[in-house]
């Protein structure tokens, strides 16, 4: 077979002694090779070229596709023994850089299965699919083009933490022989302060992981943290006194406003099961209004509104549930306060957090209570909040983007996620070190330019879905629902001195 052949393949290291077609399907082009890189006759112990030839092999490694055809690269070469009688190798087998030793796959191949996955966002199982490999070796191949890909992230000013969960709890065998749990919860660290986006993610949500994430980066990373945005956890909380004692902690406010709603739900089942012995139904007022209690005031309606609270001042006695809604919204009120125009100073502050204590305390309802003493636990990452804006939204939206969970042989759970914060020629890899799929573990083989809205329908993210959140970040329009927050809020005193009377 002529030169040109061997450059029209372009597989490194080899020429093609011949063509043919065959295969099951018949149309299958077979192309034999042989070496031609005369450093593969050396010995990879020794480095001693060798002159004799133990046996002749033949192996096929799957390569990238040439033409609508299917092709298949049949490699006949050489094992050779060692002519060093030193040398502890007593045979090898030939290998040159496209195909090392122990590969099925070409190194570009790998590299295509990599980069589709990686830059394009495409699912693991659709590339492999679509080369012809397994869900194993496209994975592997994406982990080996991440690494080279990723690099250490540069320093950011404000660092958001949060958990992710990744399936179920299973327990399998680790490599002792030991039933192990896999824990299913991840922790990402996500840049709020540019557009790096998912900036590492390691299995578990201690304190212990996060203070060794942390630990792990460089000191000018860590001293560049003003910020962290965590969602009200202790473990977070706690890592972060003891990896970053010089940043400020600002807790996400959409976690306070569901525990606030928490508490209604807990005050509004009490009551009914107090009052009638026994859990809510539809004909009961307070069940019916439920889905009322927990929105805000500015959304409902003043009829839906006086029709609630004339519903429930009837049927509850101790109008504990209404009073509950009061503090909910108080304490909206006061986490409103961020959006504020102008800005509000500590005094303004304070005064708001002494009327949402105040309140707690006359309503004197038990879990109104629990919410007080836990606004008082985290007021300075919640004040830190009303000063700066920052939350924790991006970071949450990070973790829920399409990824995906596996397994190592030792037990530990990694999640293989791809951050598409950035665009997908310069997407940030995200990867692990796992080698098998969570069983019954589904693979979304949308682009990470779509995004999943409510109701499992796909919609364009687009370039400007992506809000880059910081400290001095001011809006220049606010929205019609954060308008009437704020105008609410100025006039709460109002139904605050209503409700008491």
């Known amino acids: 077979m002529d030169h040109g ?16 077609v065959g295969g099951p399907d018949g149309r299958t082009r077979i192309v034999d090779v042989g070496t031609s890189d005369p450093a593969a006759s050396c010995c990879p112990g020794c480095g001693v070229r060798s002159t004799s030839v133990k046996e002749r092999v033949v192996c096929t490694p799957r390569d990238i596709g040439y033409g609508d055809a299917p092709i298949m690269v049949r490699w006949n070469k ?5 002519v060093n009688s030193e040398c502890a190798r007593g045979s090898f087998t030939e290998a040159i850089g496209q195909v090392p030793r122990r590969r099925r796959t070409t190194t570009r191949l790998r590299e295509t299965i990599g980069r589709a996955i990686g830059d394009a966002a495409r699912s693991v199982a659709e590339v492999a699919a679509g ?6 070796t496209a994975h592997g191949a994406f982990v080996d083009i991440a690494a080279t890909a990723l690099t250490d992230p540069a320093p950011t000013s404000v660092l958001g933490i949060d958990e992710t969960r990744r399936g179920k709890p299973r327990w399998v065998r680790g490599g002792d022989g030991r039933w192990v749990r896999i824990d299913p919860w991840d922790t990402g660290f996500v840049d709020l302060a540019g557009d790096q986006g998912l900036l590492g993610q390691v299995t578990g949500r201690t304190s ?15 001293d560049a943290i003003e910020y962290v945005a965590i969602d009200p956890a202790a473990s977070y909380a706690a890592a972060v006194a003891v990896a970053l004692p010089n940043a400020q902690l600002v807790v996400d406010h959409f976690h306070l406003v569901q525990l606030a709603n928490a508490m209604v739900t807990k005050v509004r089942r009490r009551v009914t099961w107090d009052r009638r012995g026994r859990r809510g139904r539809s004909t009961d007022p307070e069940w019916a209004n439920r889905r009322r209690l927990l929105m805000g005031r500015e959304r409902l309606s003043d009829n839906k509104y006086q029709k609630m609270i004339a519903d429930l001042r009837a ?16 304490l909206r009120a006061l986490l409103a306060m961020a959006r504020s125009r102008p800005r509000v100073d500590d005094s303004q502050i304070r005064e708001r957090l002494y009327r949402f204590l105040d309140l707690c305390a006359q309503v004197n309802v038990p879990e109104a ?14 004040c830190a909040f009303i000063r700066t804006q920052v939350t924790n939204a991006a970071t949450e939206g990070t973790m829920k983007r399409p990824g995906f969970s596996s397994e190592s042989d030792e037990g530990e759970s990694e999640t293989c996620l791809r951050s598409s914060v950035r665009r997908p020629a310069t997407a940030r890899y995200g990867w692990s070190t ?3 799929p969570w069983k019954g573990a589904r693979e979304q083989s949308r682009s990470a330019l779509w995004r999943r809205s409510w109701g499992s329908v796909w919609k364009p993210c687009g370039s400007g879905a992506t809000v880059t959140v910081r400290p001095t970040h001011t809006p220049t329009r606010r929205s019609r629902s954060s308008r009437r927050i704020a105008d609410f809020a100025a006039n709460w005193p109002n139904h605050a001195e209503r409700t008491r009377s």
């Not at 050489?78 to 060692?82: E, K, L, V, Y």
């Not at 509850?316 to 919204?329: H, L, M, R, S, T």
């Open 78 to 82: 050489i094992r050779w023994r060692c």
């Open 434 to 436: 796992t080698v098998r």
């Open 5 to 20: 052949t061997s450059l029209l393949l372009g597989l490194e290291g080899v020429e093609v002694v011949g063509v043919s």
């Open 208 to 222: 212990a992981v996060v203070i060794d994430w942390l630990a792990a980066q460089p000191a000018p990373f860590r």
């Open 315 to 330: 049927h509850d006695p101790g109008n504990e549930i209404f009073a509950a809604y009061i503090v909910k919204e108080e």
């Open 369 to 382: 209570n629990t919410l007080a003493r836990t606004i008082e636990t985290w007021w300075p990452g919640i």
């Open 131 to 136: 080369h012809g490999v397994s869900w194993h």
